[in-house]
């Protein structure tokens, strides 16, 4: 890709951004007409994407990027597939209509600007996950999805539904993505390649690997979490706190498809094992049944359709593990088809609530009169949902079945999945698009009404995409499906099927889904009881369950608080020396490397003798003193004790420095001691002075022995002749101890001088405190801990 051409690619991946920074302004300025204007970001990326295709289509990929942190091998670089055009036409074209229909949906909300912003900051986000080669670029991009989500399903953060739904997404995903921090990393390590590009063309590399269970282990982490896999898909109906434009994006083309799209990513890479076909399967045919019959239990449309996004993302990810070429196409054919039905129905839900005020499919019925454009988008959406012609829905169905069947128990198995969960999609959506609108009208909170262009124009739009999508499959196929296809099998992939069915068990099997998910729709009441009656058997469930982690890792926190931080400075100087200790010894022990301990010098002198003494004897002062003011001033005899070995060796302004600090510390310490009128007395316990000697004597001992084994061992002469020989003529001073304080090691001299400053404002701020609240003396007493009932 030439200079030019990458340019252009990064100005469409920053575009989003761009525009959620103008999109507050804009609705100021032209109130709701202001998302056709913010409209513009997303179609001018989608008709950028679009002009890709004819290359894609030819089996060509794009890449390009610039150098970012470059001395660990960090680029911003993109990498353009089938895969990843598919899905930025989706997260464009898909965003294009979210954002006008947001522009409906909030109208004369006093927050739209806001929300906009919010919206495109998503896209932008997801944009760049899908297009990112780079790993460390793809996992930026990656948890920016999962804080701009959480911005969104937090929007209407007055109410406690939203925030705790927020959060808890943000929890889920954030964590998720450290697993995928650490598997991407781990492959990073192993193999030495940093990109999705390099990975995908390494062959067997990672499979041969010794940690290759444990990067896929950590990688589906990322993605189970994120793709709402079962036990971990409770955050994703709970995510419907948010306004309907975040949830129909969020289910159709964004956020959601983030971990599907990893996996189809990753496929050449780490597929074709048993752990990847034994792993995928299992938990997304069961993701798959859980998430049906949960939605079938539901009576609010978004509900519905969310449960039916966990089952169906189940169901990309049973595809994509299931280890062959046409479960591989059948995963493609379904989440372009999911993409288009979901985001029409969401659509279509959220207009049934703007427009009649209710979301309650009980309390609905006959709006096909008063809303006949959003009627036939939602007919047409839900026949796709429900795999019957002429949609495309329909060709992923035969294709799901046709990839499926084998006699084996294992192929039965997972057959028998798809049958049960394809009936139940059809039941939520013919549920979704003929309750609320046939039968007698029923009353609602808002007088029904057809709701203005910018509310139906998205449902219709793609609705009539799953449409030509099918009547058009030979164009489609060889734009869209074998391109996306092929980057994900890692070969030549071609799609085929069409409207015209092959005679065989695929179509007996469609017709068989067909008449039961007609036989369940009719019941559909009888049903939703008994899973009601089932579930409240149950009682216990994730979400039940991610409360419960929460409230437990709460207590555990503040156990250890109170554990580790009692409000005692005593308390937090033992464990600080006692860790040093700790990490001065075990490893010198663990690993032989105790030094050898030095012979008494023949040719000590007197004075040095004398030195020693002086400071041994004021070691003993500070132990016997009986008051904290007589123990400091005999601190200060060990300090000058040490300035006067400086003195002896050759260090006279090191000296004089050392006698300056123990006379200044002895003084202040000495002065804040007195004017803070603490108790005069230190009297400790026995036990607490074994423990502190203890820790004292090992402290002592782990320095002096790390000290002897550093002096016993080579001197490095390095850094000695560095800065002897550009002291002066770089920093232009003869004495060298000054040059490294103040030129070479200059900032650590100005952050020790703000600690010192700091300090004195700490003492200052407390002598002050002394002075305005003389009638209430400071007790030398431990703080007292807080309570839970407190905390809470």
């Known amino acids: 890709m030439g200079a030019e051409a990458a340019g252009t690619t990064l100005a469409m991946m920053l575009l989003p951004f761009i525009a959620a920074l103008f999109a507050p302004f804009l609705v100021r300025q032209l109130k709701q007409n202001a998302a056709w204007v913010l409209a513009a970001a997303p179609a001018a990326i989608f008709i950028y994407m679009l002009a890709h295709l004819g290359a894609v289509s030819a089996g060509?990929?794009?890449?390009?990027?610039?150098?970012?942190?470059?001395?660990?091998?960090?680029?911003?670089?993109?990498?353009?597939?089938?895969?990843?055009?598919?899905?930025?036409?989706?997260?464009?074209?898909?965003?294009?209509?979210?954002?006008?229909?947001?522009?409906?949906?909030?109208?004369?909300?006093?927050?739209?600007?806001?929300?906009?912003?919010?919206?495109?900051?998503?896209?932008?986000?997801?944009?760049?996950?899908?297009?990112?080669?780079?790993?460390?670029?793809?996992?930026?991009?990656?948890?920016?999805?999962?804080?701009?989500?959480?911005?969104?399903?937090?929007?209407?953060?007055?109410?406690?539904?939203?925030?705790?739904?927020?959060?808890?997404?943000?929890?889920?995903?954030?964590?998720?993505?450290?697993?995928?921090?650490?598997?991407?990393?781990?492959?990073?390590?192993?193999?030495?390649?940093?990109?999705m590009s390099e990975l995908l063309a390494s062959g067997d590399v990672m499979r041969d690997s010794p940690y290759y269970l444990a990067a896929l282990i950590l990688v589906l982490g990322g993605a189970f979490t994120k793709s709402a896999q079962f036990p971990l898909h409770f955050w994703l109906p709970n995510a419907m706190e948010a306004p309907t434009p975040v949830s129909a994006y969020l289910h159709s083309a964004t956020m959601v498809k983030a971990g599907v799209y990893l996996l189809m990513r990753l496929n050449p890479a780490f597929g074709d094992t048993v752990a990847w076909e034994t792993i995928l399967p299992v938990f997304g045919g069961t993701t798959l049944i859980v998430g049906t019959l949960l939605a079938v239990r539901q009576t609010d449309l978004k509900l519905m359709l969310a449960y039916t996004t966990v089952s169906s993302l189940g169901l990309l990810v049973m595809l994509t593990g299931f280890g062959s070429e046409h479960a591989i196409e059948a995963a493609v054919l379904y989440l372009v088809a999911h993409s288009l039905f979901k985001g029409c129905l969401f659509m279509v839900a959220g207009t049934i609530d703007h427009e009649a005020g209710t979301r309650d499919v009980t309390k609905l019925g006959g709006l096909r009169a008063a809303m006949p454009i959003t009627f036939a988008a939602a007919l047409a959406a839900a026949i796709s949902m429900a795999g019957l012609p002429p949609?495309?829905?329909?060709?992923?169905?035969?294709?799901?079945?046709?990839?499926?069947?084998?006699?084996?128990?294992?192929?039965?198995?997972?057959?028998?999945?798809?049958?049960?969960?394809?009936?139940?999609?059809?039941?939520?959506?013919?549920?979704?698009?003929?309750?609320?609108?046939?039968?007698?009208?029923?009353?609602?909170?808002?007088?029904?009404?057809?709701?203005?262009?910018?509310?139906?124009?998205?449902?219709?739009?793609?609705?009539?995409?799953?449409?030509?999508?099918?009547?058009?499959?030979?164009?489609?196929?060889?734009?869209?499906?074998?391109?996306?296809?092929?980057?994900?099998?890692?070969?030549?992939?071609?799609?085929?099927?069409?409207?015209?069915?092959?005679?065989?068990?695929?179509?007996?099997?469609?017709?068989?889904?067909?008449?039961?998910?007609?036989?369940?729709?009719?019941?559909?009441?009888?049903?939703?009881?008994?899973?009601?009656?089932?579930?409240?058997?149950?009682?216990?469930?994730?979400?039940?369950?991610?409360?419960?982690?929460?409230?437990?890792?709460?207590?555990?926190?503040?156990?250890?608080?109170?554990?580790?931080?009692?409000?005692?400075?005593?308390?937090?100087?033992?464990?600080?020396?006692?860790?040093?200790?700790?990490?001065?010894?075990?490893?010198?022990?663990?690993?032989?490397?105790?030094?050898?301990?030095?012979?008494?010098?023949?040719?000590?002198?007197?004075?040095?003798?004398?030195?020693?003494?002086?400071?041994?004897?004021?070691?003993?002062?500070?132990?016997?003193?009986?008051?904290?003011?007589?123990?400091?001033?005999?601190?200060?005899?060990?300090?000058?004790?040490?300035?006067?070995?400086f003195m002896l060796f050759g260090a006279p302004d090191l000296s004089f420095t050392q006698f300056m600090v123990e006379t200044l510390s002895v003084v202040i310490l000495a002065l804040v001691m007195t004017r803070l009128r603490l108790n005069a007395s230190d009297y400790r316990p026995t036990g607490e002075r074994i423990v502190s000697g203890a820790i004292a004597i090992a402290g002592g001992l782990a320095f002096t022995l790390y000290l002897l084994k550093v002096t016993q061992g080579t001197l490095d002469m390095r850094l000695t002749e560095f800065f002897n020989e550009f002291s002066r003529p770089i920093a232009h001073g003869a004495n060298i101890v000054n040059v490294i304080l103040v030129d070479f090691r200059g900032t650590d001299t100005l952050g020790e001088i703000a600690v010192v400053t700091v300090a004195g404002l700490a003492i200052l701020a407390l002598l002050r405190v002394r002075t305005r609240h003389r009638s209430r003396p400071m007790v030398d007493a431990p703080i007292a801990p807080r309570t839970a009932e407190g905390e809470a």
């Open 60 to 195: 060509e990929t794009i890449t390009g990027g610039f150098a970012w942190i470059p001395s660990i091998g960090v680029d911003f670089s993109w990498y353009i597939d089938g895969l990843s055009l598919t899905f930025a036409l989706l997260i464009s074209g898909i965003g294009t209509l979210i954002v006008i229909y947001a522009g409906g949906y909030l109208k004369g909300h006093p927050q739209l600007g806001r929300f906009l912003s919010f919206i495109l900051l998503f896209m932008g986000a997801m944009l760049g996950l899908v297009l990112a080669d780079n790993f460390l670029t793809l996992f930026v991009y990656w948890e920016l999805t999962s804080i701009t989500s959480f911005l969104l399903i937090g929007f209407d953060h007055t109410r406690e539904a939203s925030r705790r739904a927020a959060l808890q997404a943000l929890i889920v995903t954030g964590g998720g993505g450290l697993l995928l921090l650490a598997g991407l990393l781990l492959v990073w390590n192993v193999t030495g390649i940093g990109s």
């Open 391 to 645: 949609f495309f829905g329909f060709l992923a169905k035969e294709e799901i079945y046709y990839a499926l069947w084998a006699t084996s128990p294992w192929a039965l198995t997972f057959t028998l999945v798809a049958i049960v969960g394809n009936a139940l999609m059809l039941v939520i959506g013919f549920a979704v698009a003929l309750k609320p609108f046939l039968g007698s009208p029923v009353q609602t909170p808002k007088h029904a009404h057809e709701g203005p262009v910018m509310l139906w124009l998205g449902p219709v739009v793609l609705a009539s995409a799953g449409l030509l999508a099918a009547l058009l499959s030979g164009f489609f196929h060889a734009g869209i499906s074998t391109p996306m296809a092929s980057a994900v099998a890692g070969e030549a992939t071609p799609v085929s099927i069409s409207l015209i069915p092959s005679i065989g068990m695929p179509l007996f099997l469609s017709i068989l889904t067909v008449a039961a998910g007609i036989g369940a729709y009719l019941a559909v009441d009888q049903l939703r009881g008994t899973i009601a009656n089932v579930l409240a058997a149950i009682g216990w469930g994730p979400d039940r369950g991610f409360d419960q982690f929460m409230r437990g890792l709460v207590r555990f926190s503040f156990r250890v608080t109170v554990l580790l931080q009692p409000g005692r400075l005593d308390f937090y100087v033992k464990v600080t020396f006692a860790f040093i200790a700790l990490a001065l010894l075990l490893p010198m022990v663990l690993f032989d490397e105790l030094p050898q301990w030095p012979a008494w010098p023949s040719d000590i002198r007197f004075h040095e003798l004398a030195i020693i003494g002086i400071g041994i004897l004021g070691l003993f002062a500070v132990i016997v003193a009986k008051d904290r003011v007589t123990a400091i001033v005999s601190l200060g005899i060990q300090g000058f004790a040490v300035a006067l070995i």
